[in-house]
C-alpha cells in the first residue's frame, strides 16, 4: 500500500522529536567502556563526564541531558498506536514496503 512507509518514517520521526536525547544516551551507554578510556566517537564525551549522572523519581539526568520516563513511556505507547493502525491497514501481516 502506498503511503505505510511515510506513515512509519513519520511516527518514527515524532517519536525522535519527543526524546532528541535518547540517541545520544544510548549511544554513550552502550558503548561505555570506549568513553571511559576516552576512545568514543563523540569527542564532546569524556570519561569525566560519565562520573555524574542523577536519577529522580522519573527523570534520569547525565551527559547534560534529562530523560524523563513518563514522557518516554507516552511517547513510547503513541508510537506502539501508530505501528498498530499502520499494522492494521496491511491487514497485520505482510511486511511494510
Not at 576516552?38 to 569524556?46: E, H, K, N, Y
Not at 549522572?53 to 498506536?81: C, I, M, R, W, Y
Amino acid at each position: 500500500m502506498p503511503g505505510i512507509k511515510a506513515q512509519i518514517l513519520a511516527a518514527s520521526a515524532r517519536f525522535d522529536a519527543a526524546l532528541p536525547m535518547l540517541k545520544h544516551m544510548r549511544d554513550v551507554a552502550e558503548h561505555f567502556d570506549d568513553y571511559a578510556m576516552d576512545s568514543g566517537r563523540l569527542t564532546s564525551v569524556s570519561r569525566k563526564s560519565l562520573e555524574v549522572g542523577v536519577v529522580g523519581d522519573s527523570t534520569f539526568q547525565s551527559l547534560n541531558h534529562e530523560l524523563n520516563a513518563d514522557v518516554a513511556l507516552t511517547a513510547a505507547k503513541q508510537f506502539f498506536e501508530e505501528i498498530q493502525q499502520v499494522r492494521s491497514l496491511i491487514g497485520g501481516g505482510r511486511g511494510i514496503e
